[in-house]
């Protein structure tokens, strides 16, 4: 069975802030900070291989006072030395290029197949003006953006800005524009998230990060909707993809469901052959 992972992060010390350092130090360990310092393209292939992953989606993250910045040209050319792992750009608002050029910019030069943006580290609404010019861009385009939703550890969040029904109006006016939101508003909006799939039809969820044990109560409708959840693991806060994939291929739905959350649906939104 085919799986594509659409959530994996990869950068450099460099890139990450100290208050982020920190934390995964105390969290995860010392050792995961060095691997995002040693690692290779070869050498993520080799995990994915590893783990049963056919290809990753690799994220880039502007969010200077939360997380920190791993630009958009760091993640394209680490993606460009292998056709396994696909980049996905973010969108610097501090920067002088409006965030329509960043979009064009991203995907007609550096490659990227989607936008991914978090709203509770930039501390803004998804639907700030500065923003729709760059929906625009992406509807035309023809490539999704990707929300980060619900709760986060990390110092300097705001969970406010994290609201799946925060999306409603994106939704609506850019109707052509797949959106997806990243960890399905865990856990404070589960209900809602799913209300948006019923709602939108170019809504989706990605279910990292979610207790997947319990998804099929925290999302009763999945066999309903099984065109619009899509598999993540939220490397490397999830290190073992392998036993994610398998909580996932024991849910009690029929086998084209589970091929659907595993391959095609990411691979539809990615423009790849399902």
């Known amino acids: 069975m085919k799986v594509l992972d659409i959530h994996i992060h990869v ?30 393209p070869d050498a993520l292939v080799d995990l994915l291989d ?39 750009a973010s969108i610097d608002l501090e920067s002088d290029a409006p965030p329509a050029d960043q979009t064009e910019k991203a995907v007609k030069q550096l490659g990227c197949k989607g936008i991914k943006l978090l709203p509770s580290y930039t501390r803004l609404y998804p639907d700030d003006p500065r923003l729709l010019p760059a929906y625009e861009v992406a509807q035309g385009l023809g490539i999704p953006i990707m929300f980060h939703t619900g709760t986060s550890v990390f110092p300097g969040s705001r969970i406010r800005y994290a609201n799946p029904l925060l999306l409603d109006d994106i939704a609506e006016d850019f109707p052509r524009l797949n959106l997806v ?47 619009r959840y899509i598999f993540g693991s939220d490397w490397p806060t999830r290190p073992n993809i392998a036993d994610y994939v398998g909580e996932v291929t024991r849910f009690p739905y029929t086998a084209e469901t589970i091929q659907a959350i595993l391959w095609d649906n990411g691979a539809r939104l990615l423009g790849l052959e399902s």
């Open 50 to 88: 590893a783990h049963g992953v056919r290809l990753g989606v690799i994220l880039a993250e502007y969010s200077p006072r939360t997380t920190g910045v791993i630009p958009n040209e760091f993640v394209s050319e680490f993606c460009r030395q292998t056709d396994r792992i696909i980049p996905f």
């Open 181 to 227: 939101m990243c960890h399905g508003g865990r856990p404070f909006w589960y209900k809602e998230a799913e209300w948006m799939l019923r709602r939108h039809k170019n809504m989706h969820i990605d279910i990292s990060g979610i207790p997947l044990r319990k998804l099929p109560e925290l999302f009763p409708k999945v066999e309903a909707f099984r065109d």
């Open 11 to 40: 950068g450099r010390r460099e890139h990450l802030t100290p208050s982020l350092i920190s934390f995964l130090e105390e969290e995860m360990g010392p050792a995961t900070v060095e691997l995002a310092q040693q690692l290779t």
